[in-house]
């Protein structure tokens, strides 16, 4: 995949920009609070996600605009393809996205077909960081291979939701019948069976990509291990009956947590408290890994990421790293290039110095929202 131009006029600072990419390497850099990362996050957008910054709808509008409009035209293999999207102040909630020139009724919708994978600063911590990061990560790749995993979700978070809420309002009351729970019990445990059993699936390619790419990083000195962590099942080997088997194992589970559920007013189990368990040399990284081997072992995740993109869908993504490079060692540096030779790339910086490495290739000067 590869974009051939962007625009951005109004979206956050940015301004009049217009631009041809390069089809390998494009640098932007510029001082601090210049409107670098807003250009990745834009680009980011086309994509169909939700903004990695958490960016709500209402703040993609410049302060003193009263639109804001973004484009990409890029080709994958097949063919070249345009997206565009804007939105006026006065009517937030009604964007105007193309694919195409065909109208799509929300920016969601653009979901699986211009593909990228972006890499950020935070996303070094994925593996020192809090649980919710590892299921991001997990649901973003495989929601980007297989793109029906989000209405899984989006029908377990709402599942979920109402079974909160009859929780909270059970813990309230003496005595409350947890028969109550039954019908909630059922279907969360059918989108929940399904859910984890994809997961558990996608965590062992998962693990096989991390466990090559963390041993070159190392020089095979050191062996990198992921698993999936279910708060439901004791093991998922195996297992593929998500509709019966599994669903009713995932009933068992929250029928002997309905105590504790009650008490707490909100769901203990499930996906949603579920994790990837990262081990180097057996020891949780978490506790005991050294920020050097955190870093390495997200690093090596966000590379199997787009590996796994490449190889299942033969489409290779474009890869927007957004100040990373500043924040790793020569070695890694050069490891993340080397690991990215075949893919379309939007580095940024702040100091054009630190990439001169990579001289073939465009470079791109953003100052006050322009590049000039
Ligand atoms: N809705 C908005 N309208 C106008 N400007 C905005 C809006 N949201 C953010 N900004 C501005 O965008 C600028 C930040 O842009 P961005 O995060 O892209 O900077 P950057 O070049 O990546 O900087 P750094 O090198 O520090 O990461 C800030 O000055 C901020 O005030
Ligand atoms: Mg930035």
Request: glycine share 6%.
């Given at each position: 995949m590869i974009i051939r131009s962007v625009s951005a006029d109004g979206y956050k600072n940015l301004e009049n920009i217009n631009i041809d990419l390069d089809p390998k390497m494009n640098i932007v850099c510029g001082e601090n609070a210049q409107g670098k990362t807003n250009l990745i996050e834009a680009v980011w957008l086309c994509s169909g996600c939700r903004s990695f910054r958490g960016t709500r709808d209402k703040d993609f509008i410049g302060f003193e605009k009263d639109s804001a409009s973004v484009g990409i035209v890029f080709s994958n293999s097949e063919r070249d393809q345009e997206i565009n999207f804007s939105v006026k102040k006065s009517f937030i909630k009604?964007?105007?996205?193309?694919?195409?020139?065909?109208?799509?009724?929300?920016?969601?919708?653009?979901?699986?077909?211009?593909?990228?994978?972006?890499?950020?600063?935070?996303?070094?911590?994925?593996?020192?960081?809090?649980?919710?990061?590892?299921?991001?990560?997990?649901?973003?790749?495989i929601a980007q291979i297989k793109p029906?995993?989000?209405?899984?979700?989006?029908k377990y978070n709402s599942i979920l939701m109402h079974r909160n809420a009859l929780l909270k309002s059970m813990s309230k009351v003496k005595g409350s019948n947890p028969a109550y729970l039954d019908v909630w019990n059922e279907q969360i445990?059918?989108?929940?069976?399904?859910?984890?059993?994809?997961?558990?699936?996608?965590?062992?390619?998962?693990?096989?990509?991390?466990n090559r790419l963390y041993n070159s990083i190392t020089d095979g000195n050191e062996n990198l291990k992921l698993n999936y962590q279910s708060t439901i099942y004791d093991d998922l080997e195996g297992e593929r009956d998500f509709k019966n088997k599994l669903s009713k194992m995932y009933i068992k589970k929250l029928e002997e947590a309905t105590e504790v559920d009650i008490r707490s007013g909100f769901t203990n189990y499930g996906i949603h408290r579920d994790d990837i368990g990262t081990?180097?040399?057996?020891l949780p990284i978490r506790e005991f890994?050294?920020?050097?081997?955190?870093?390495s072992a997200?690093?090596?995740?966000?590379?199997?990421?787009?590996?796994?993109?490449?190889?299942?869908l033969g489409e290779t993504p474009v890869m927007l790293l957004?100040?990373?490079?500043?924040?790793l060692d020569s070695k890694r540096k050069k490891f993340i290039l080397n690991n990215i030779e075949d893919m379309q790339v939007i580095i940024t910086c702040c100091d054009s110095r630190s990439v001169t490495d990579m001289t073939n290739g465009k470079v791109f000067e953003m100052k006050n929202g322009r590049i000039v």
């Open positions: 009604d964007k105007l996205v193309t694919l195409n020139g065909v109208k799509l009724p929300l920016l969601s919708k653009l979901f699986g077909n211009f593909r990228c994978v972006v890499f950020t600063p935070e996303d070094l911590e994925l593996t020192k960081g809090s649980p919710d990061n590892r299921r991001s990560f997990l649901d973003l790749s029906s995993y989000i209405n899984a979700l989006n445990a059918e989108a929940g069976a399904y859910i984890s059993v994809l997961r558990y699936t996608f965590c062992i390619i998962l693990n096989n990509y991390t081990f180097i040399n057996g890994g050294s920020q050097g081997q955190a870093r997200a690093l090596s995740m966000k590379l199997a990421h787009a590996e796994i993109i490449k190889k299942e957004d100040d990373v490079l500043s924040e």
